[in-house]
């Protein structure tokens, strides 16, 4: 008898330590995809993918970077936008195609380094090297670096910044799967100066810190997903004003707000557990 109190004590305990066991650990250790139908639970940063499609490491037109990290999983659309897109890519002069850094883990969810975003298959970094070759070793694409293209902290791009570069992101930013794409603020500026005609798709373009080695695609919730939770659509207009902000920022900060001694401390960030995420998830790692 007391043997089954143990034992039931105990079936009761383990679900339990588990919600309480950060979601990244659990995320981190998955090496595929669910059995299931492809199906996004919850936001960017708070949320996992159900029958996520690994990329293709080497095709005609694109080769996943830094295997090992095994995040070359996201959603039927996301594979679909890429391969469109790096068909575009190797008509360009000097690109054979693209480089795809990062999308998402086998299952999604937090990581165990880097990104916060990332989670639910919808978000892929696209490399600023332009692709010279497709038939890189496992060992080459550990090792080869990218290209950052940008000059004074991000105010301005660089000598390796090319109309290439902005075609591609471009082509990115007409797709009508995309929400939005963050690149450093000097490119946005550029591409808003370069731009003579219709001026719409330069909303999607997003200026946001880093991003000069790579820029992130972020593909809207896909049809099929309604527990996938789109982020606002970016403020109205083409945002090269706000772009130019960040600019301006960067090369005079302004100076430091000062602190209201009476504020409550900001809580510091606490790792997400399995309680704060979509409850499908639990079922997405099983
Ligand atoms: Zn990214």
Not at 234 to 251: E, S
Request: proline fraction near 10%; include cysteine.
């Amino acid at each position: 008898m007391k043997w089954l109190a143990v034992s039931l004590a105990l079936i009761c305990i383990a679900p339990i330590a588990h919600a309480e066991t950060e979601a990244k650990q659990l995320f981190g250790a998955q090496k595929t995809a669910s059995p299931h139908k492809a199906q996004v639970f919850g936001s960017y940063a708070k949320g996992c993918i159900a029958g996520a499609v690994q990329l293709t490491e080497t095709s005609p037109t694109w080769q996943a970077m830094r295997l090992s990290r095994n995040r070359n999983w996201g959603h039927p659309d996301t594979i679909d936008f890429i391969e469109d897109l790096s068909r575009k890519a190797a008509k360009l002069p000097g690109w054979r195609g693209l480089y795809v850094g990062d999308i998402s883990q086998p299952r999604g969810g937090p990581m165990l380094t880097g990104h916060r975003s990332h989670q639910i298959g919808l978000d892929v970094d696209l490399w600023m090297l332009p692709p010279k070759r497709l038939n890189l070793s496992r060992k080459e694409r550990e090792n080869i670096s990218s290209i950052s293209l940008r000059r004074a902290q991000g105010a301005y791009t660089n000598s390796k910044f090319t109309q290439q570069h902005m075609d591609v992101m471009k082509a990115a930013a007409k797709d009508p799967r995309v929400a939005r794409i963050f690149v450093f603020p000097g490119a946005k500026v550029a591409m808003c100066n370069a731009e003579k005609g219709n001026r719409r798709w330069l909303r999607k373009l997003r200026p946001w810190w880093g991003h000069h080695y790579h820029f992130h695609v972020r593909l809207k919730c896909p049809k099929g997903s309604p527990g996938c939770v789109n982020q606002a659509p970016p403020p109205r207009g083409d945002g090269c004003a706000d772009a130019q902000k960040w600019v301006d920022d960067i090369l005079n900060p302004p100076p430091p707000k000062p602190r209201d001694p009476n504020a409550p401390k900001p809580a510091p960030r606490r790792e997400l557990t399995l309680k704060d995420l979509p409850p499908q998830c639990t079922t997405v790692l099983r």
